[in-house]
């Protein structure tokens, strides 16, 4: 479990492929030195799992699942990324409760600078739009933030100066692909509501239709 409240940026190093998976490399890593083999991070807002690592880096397995369906599979060395380690019970909840299970990767449609804030508008596509809620939270590349507005095929959300240069989302540019994460509570009540025949169709058995 995450908060979205990213803690460094690290580089992509290097890609090991295997036959239904990745390694993959992260380098200039600050906290590298405090993982353990197993330990979670957040990477661009997808949960992965430390296989090793040293003073300024670490190597997780990609499964191909997650290559297919976040933007992990299309990153090239050289490519800058979010980080965030797994909460601690005794921390403060400064985000929200991220889980770092990507639901859908979205196109940067535009981007607008207001005053010091940096506008993101963000494709939104009907299989998660019903979990998009305007002033709710959502997950960007794994960043906690508020949906500043939404229509029926996009949503903003505003990025303060700090997130704009603590994280990437600040050099992003129309076009650009990231991931998204909804709030997991909307899934549930999306889930329960399912099960009431309130809804014929959740979101991941629509992604599974699709497939």
């Given at each position: ?5 990213i ?39 997808v ?9 300024a ?52 449609l ?56 603590d994280t ?44």
């Amino acid at each position: 479990m995450f908060t979205g409240l990213i803690e460094a940026r690290g580089v992509l190093f290097a890609l090991q492929p295997h036959d239904r998976s990745v390694d993959v490399t992260l380098a200039d890593v600050p906290f590298a030195a405090t993982l353990r083999r197993g330990d979670s991070v957040a990477v661009n807002g997808v949960c992965l799992t430390v296989l090793e690592h040293d003073d300024a880096s670490f190597t997780a397995d990609v499964m191909a699942e997650t290559l297919q369906r976040t933007t992990l599979g299309g990153i090239v060395p050289g490519t800058g990324v979010n980080l965030e380690r797994a909460l601690q019970a005794d921390a403060r909840l400064g985000g929200h409760i991220v889980q770092g299970h990507i639901d859908a990767v979205a196109e940067v449609l535009a981007t607008d600078t207001v005053g010091e804030q940096l506008v993101l508008r963000l494709s939104l596509t009907p299989d998660v739009a019903d979990l998009v809620v305007f002033k709710g939270s959502i997950a960007v590349n794994g960043v906690s933030l508020t949906v500043s507005a939404r229509s029926d095929d996009w949503f903003e959300v505003s990025l303060i100066p700090q997130t704009q240069s603590d994280t990437d989302l600040g050099s992003l540019s129309a076009g650009d692909r990231v991931n998204i994460e909804t709030d997991v509570l909307a899934r549930h009540v999306q889930q329960l509501l399912q099960a009431q025949g309130v809804l014929q169709t959740s979101v991941y058995d629509a992604q599974e239709v699709a497939r």
